[in-house]
């Protein structure tokens, strides 16, 4: 009886073992970057690019034309300035729309058009700015200020290249757009982003707005795992460990409770997935993200 009594006991033991383990394994904790970054609290998003200097809010909506590389001349750019005032406000980081919709990158790119020789020419080193790089005067000056910066890319969405929402636009070319192939399109959005995953530097974080097309999926999990693996992934759920979610309003308010689990809005304490919440917003009232000196435009009060 005694060992019959001790073969019960054990068997118990082991179940409870067992359960426990099977407790732990699916208890949801941060990775190390992923609370490294939840510890720098404040960050700074930077919407400079072309859409700073034409009317409205930039290439967010319409694809109705490219503007010219002409346009973008930032006669008085002063980086230091920008990590001056990350810094007075407590930042830790600082993310960069190095591409939005527009297409047009604040580094000279040196992707070409896949199957030809003709170069992405939409680039700053095609405009008259002053500052043939601003993303490696912006990245330096991050670096002095002790500021972890970080790049926005918008992969979904490139009107020099006819492509809205992850798809070609139909109809005829407008003036200033190259006409490629959707695969084209996906190897100059890859070729681009290695450009800046692997010319910078370490990144504290990089942006998917709008998320990515699930053809490429796999090509940016790989490159990002290699190039960048320790950046926070904003919508970054499925591509990286290190991911972080959109709180779901870009009005500054995120909703109470919110939970550092969950893949959307406030998060779920049931979920299994750790991936915290960045609540983004604009400067500027009735979602402006880019300045604009032909509008007049009302401050967001803080």
């Known amino acids: 009886p005694g060992c019959f009594g001790d073969l019960i006991m054990s068997w118990i033991l ?4 067992l359960a426990s383990a099977s407790i732990v394994a699916t208890i949801p904790v941060p990775t190390v970057d ?9 960050g700074a998003i930077i919407h400079f690019n072309m859409a700073t200097y034409i ?37 830790r980081y600082a993310v960069l729309v190095a591409k939005h919709n527009c297409g047009f990158t604040l580094w000279p790119s040196n992707v070409t058009i896949p ?15 002053p500052s043939p790089d601003v993303i490696r005067a912006f990245v330096d000056s991050c670096h002095k200020a002790n500021i972890s910066p970080g790049f926005y890319y918008s992969v979904v969405t490139n009107f020099f ?11 005829p070319l407008k003036p200033g757009m190259v006409n490629v192939s959707i695969d084209q399109y996906y190897e100059v959005a890859l070729g681009q982003l290695m450009e800046l995953w692997t010319q910078y530097g370490q990144l504290g974080e990089v942006w998917f707005d709008g998320g990515y097309q699930a053809d490429i999926k796999a090509n940016l999990t790989a490159m990002l795992a290699k190039a960048q693996p320790h950046a926070t992934a904003f919508n970054g759920y499925g591509l990286s460990p290190n ?30 997935v750790w991936c915290p919440a960045e609540c983004d917003t604009t400067l500027q009232d ?17």
């Open 14 to 17: 082991f179940s409870l073992l």
């Open 34 to 42: 992923q609370l490294k970054w939840s510890e720098w609290e404040l």
């Open 55 to 91: 009317a409205g809010d930039g290439c967010s909506f319409s694809a109705s034309s490219v503007p010219s590389q002409s346009l973008f001349n930032p006669t008085k750019i002063n980086t230091d300035q920008w990590a001056q005032a990350f810094q007075a406000f407590g930042a």
């Open 115 to 129: 199957g030809s020789n003709i170069p992405y020419n939409y680039t700053v080193h095609q405009s008259p700015s």
């Open 161 to 171: 290249l006819n492509v809205q929402s992850g798809k070609k636009v139909s109809g």
């Open 243 to 272: 991911c972080i979610r959109w709180i779901g309003t870009e009005a500054g308010r995120a909703p109470d409770p919110n939970w550092s689990t969950g893949t959307g809005g406030g998060g779920d304490p049931n979920s299994t």
């Open 286 to 302: 009735n979602d402006h993200w880019f300045y604009s000196a032909t509008e007049g435009q009302i401050g967001r009060a803080v």
